[in-house]
């Protein structure tokens, strides 16, 4: 009888957390269809089904639900990871989170081809790994910046005439754009702390997919400065999240750091200086650490 009562209240739990799974769906459809012409509707069903083709021809609320269900399914199990790091790059936050006692992953196509996320098999590995982390774990996802930066905006040419979409002849950058909202909807959906990161002058959150996504998880922006965790140049960014612990990572801009400057005015143009571009967009340890820390009194509660 027990038995019987116990599994009752289970699958009347399962149903309640479902009902309000579609009807967040639903709302995050509707946004779509206000302030992006449906476009969301229209193409991530394609991307989907591309991942997992058993998901072909299904509508995208239903393609969105069975994601999240094997991320629910996965998150209560004992061995599941931690906490994926997506667009890692050289990986530092991965390194201190790793250094913390945690298990986790890291995904960047400089480290196999096989991290591609625009490919099928490159998506579907992400996915997997985000749908596979414990209750409340850390999905960090920083998009590659560069078709969405001020550096690049004479040949991206992104405005909000466009919808910020700009040269649609040179798509990288929506198709990346369109990948991460997909990260971390999914990951939202699944109650996980999910954090994007963008340097301040990036539109990408701008992006009518990416403001939809913002908006229906409620996120918010923080800002910070890499400087502030020893970073070889002030450089400040934008990390958005429903999270509110980021808020820790949030410093005053550092003064006395003093480098050749990154990016070089031409009038209304920009040139930059390719190596310390690059070296800046490296997160610092310390950096890592502060996530770290974050993450260390969220998962010992």
């Not at 969301?40 to 089904?49: H, K, M, Q, T, Y």
């Not at 201190?96 to 098999?121: K, M, P, Q, T």
């Not at 990161?197 to 996120?219: D, G, K």
């Not at 958005?240 to 480098?259: F, Q």
Request: hydrophobic residues 40%.
């Amino acid at each position: 009888m027990l038995r019987s009562s116990t599994a009752f209240r289970l699958n009347d739990m399962l149903t309640t957390n479902l009902v309000s799974l579609e009807h967040n769906i639903n709302k995050f459809l509707l946004l779509d269809q206000q302030i992006n012409d449906g476009h969301i509707f229209n193409v991530w069903p394609a991307i989907l089904s591309m991942c997992y083709p058993f998901l072909a021809h299904k509508h995208l609320r239903d393609c969105l639900i069975i994601v999240v269900l094997r991320g629910w399914h996965n998150k209560v199990k004992l061995n599941a990871y931690h906490f994926v790091e997506v667009f890692a790059g050289c990986a530092n936050l991965t390194l201190e989170l790793l250094r913390g006692g945690y298990r986790g992953s890291a995904f960047d196509i400089v480290f196999e081809s096989c991290h591609n996320a625009l490919s099928r098999n490159g998506l579907r590995l992400l996915l997997d790994a985000i749908t596979s982390l414990r209750e409340g774990g850390l999905v960090w996802i920083a998009t590659q910046c560069s078709s969405f930066v001020v550096l690049c905006r004479h040949q991206s040419q992104r405005c909000e005439a466009n919808g910020f979409l700009g040269n649609t002849q040179r798509p990288l950058g929506n198709h990346l754009m369109e990948i991460s909202c997909i990260l971390f909807l999914v990951a939202h959906l699944v109650g996980l702390h999910v954090v994007i990161e963008q340097p301040v002058s990036s539109v990408m959150p701008l992006c009518r997919s990416m403001r939809s996504v913002l908006e229906v998880t409620t996120s918010r922006r923080f800002s910070t400065y890499m400087g502030s965790f020893n970073g070889p140049s002030v450089k400040p960014l934008q990390l958005w999240s429903p999270w509110p612990k980021v808020a820790l990572l949030e410093r005053e801009k550092p003064v006395g750091i003093v480098t050749d400057p990154l990016v070089i005015h031409h009038g209304d143009q920009f040139t930059g200086c390719k190596d310390k571009l690059a070296e800046s967009q490296q997160y610092t340890c310390e950096f890592g650490q502060a996530v770290m820390e974050i993450c260390k009194t969220e998962w010992s509660s």
